[in-house]
């Protein structure tokens, strides 16, 4: 198996991304996330918030060959996520569906054989010293082809060009409130 290096530098600094947020929750005000792999043999589901620094989440795993579900801590995902690297592409997803089972229709119905999907949601609320609200935004879906040569019938559902709906680290700045707490109007002592 030849590998190429498509996308895989973009799936890697997502995981990196969301291994991030779970790190260091006490970072962040609120932070809502979800990771979802569909592998060529299981179908990985995580959630999670974290809220005031404290972070929660849920983790399943439907085995697509057997039929049967089961609950899986939801720390593991980063590690389960990982599991992408070994295909021998990775390209990242920009067509118009946004339902990760969708997109592995639509990259199978290509022709891509044993094709697999991740889709990573995360958006993390933070505040500068300033003040100001930070939101980043997260939405993204890289798909992983076992053969290279499957890279041709994906043309037109993969870019490296900006997108209205997918993102990495998308940020959204508030205005500097009106008063600001840290300011110092020279008002001391008064």
Known sequence: MTMEFCNRDDFQETVQELSAVLAKPEHYSQVVWKLEYLSRTDWYHFFGMIRSGVGSGVGHVYDRVDGQASNIPYDEC??????????????TYSGKRSVTTDILEEVETRGCIDAEVVRFGIEARTTEMGGRKVMAVTDIAFMGLSDVAQR??????????PSLKWCRNRRFISALPIVSPTADFGFAGL
Do not use: E, M
């Open 78 to 91: 980063v590690s389960i996520a990982l599991g992408l690297h070994t295909n021998a592409c990775i390209s």
């Open 152 to 161: 041709k019938h994906i043309t037109g559902i993969t870019s490296d060009a």
